[in-house]
T-cell receptor, first 115, second 117 residues
Framework: GAGVSQSPSNKVTEKGKDVELRCDPI?????LYWYRQRLGQGLEFLIYFQGNSAPDKSGLPSDRFSAERTGESVSTLTIQRTQQEDSAVYLC?????????????FGQGTRLTVV | AQSVAQPEDQVNVAEGNPLTVKCTYSVSGNPYLFWYVQYPNRGLQFLLK??????LVKGSYGFEAEFNKSQTSFHLKKPSALVSDSALYFC???????????????FGTGTRLKVLA
């Protein structure tokens, strides 16, 4: 597609349920990032994928969070046993190659509300 | 560790006046610096970047940024502000030489710009 696409755009879930967030990067982009943005705050790095290399998972806040990416295409971020503090906007971004001086392009985000 | 600071939570400026949004950085290697803008309920949009070369970088929507190595700053500027420039602005840094062992973007906490008519 023309840009980074994220789905769903909004998700309301009950505390304790699992959720899956999806990101479709720009076609041909080998790098993919997930960030979390809590209300009124900056962007918190979660995970970075580069091609078929092992992902940088250093930003995942707990073992309830995991992410997968199939080759250089779609990525899913999974949050298990959601807690109210997981409520945030989850942003996905892609770039042509994370090892180069290229900028990242962001999706519109998924707003997650845990009730 | 690499980091970015945006010292102002909010900047107010009158329409037509010049604007500056401040950013300072700390990296162990060469800095690769970016500015992004976020409009309400939208994702981040890329404005401009500094990689190497001229210290004055021009970007989208009439914005420019000045890289100052001695002051470790990368302030965003625009000669004449528009009401439509009102948004949240983020500065970001990367260390793509991997001295920190990662290629992630480190973002500042954001500065809300309000342009008053």
């Amino acid at each position: 597609g023309a840009g980074v696409s994220q789905s769903p755009s909004n998700k309301v879930t009950e505390k304790g349920k699992d959720v899956e967030l999806r990101c479709d990067p720009i076609s041909g982009h080998t790098a993919l990032y997930w960030y979390r943005q809590r209300l009124g705050q900056g962007l918190e790095f979660l995970i970075y994928f580069q091609g078929n290399s092992a992902p940088d998972k250093s930003g995942l806040p707990s073992d309830r969070f995991s992410a997968e990416r199939t080759g250089e295409s779609v990525s899913t971020l999974t949050i298990q046993r959601t807690q109210q503090e997981d409520s945030a906007v989850y942003l996905c971004a892609s770039s042509s190659d994370g090892r180069l001086n290229t900028e990242a392009f962001f999706g519109q985000g998924t707003r997650l509300t845990v009730v | 560790a690499q980091s970015v600071a945006q010292p102002e939570d909010q900047v107010n400026v009158a329409e037509g006046n010049p604007l500056t949004v401040k950013c300072t950085y700390s990296v162990s290697g060469n800095p690769y610096l970016f500015w992004y803008v976020q409009y309400p309920n939208r994702g981040l949009q890329f404005l401009l970047k500094y990689i190497t070369g001229d210290n004055l970088v021009k970007g989208s929507y009439g914005f420019e940024a000045e890289f100052n190595k001695s002051q470790t700053s990368f302030h965003l500027k625009k000669p004449s502000a528009l009401v439509s420039d009102s948004a949240l602005y983020f500065c970001a840094v990367r260390d793509i030489e991997g001295t920190s062992g990662t290629y992630k973007y480190i973002f500042g906490t954001g500065t809300r710009l309000k342009v008053l008519a």
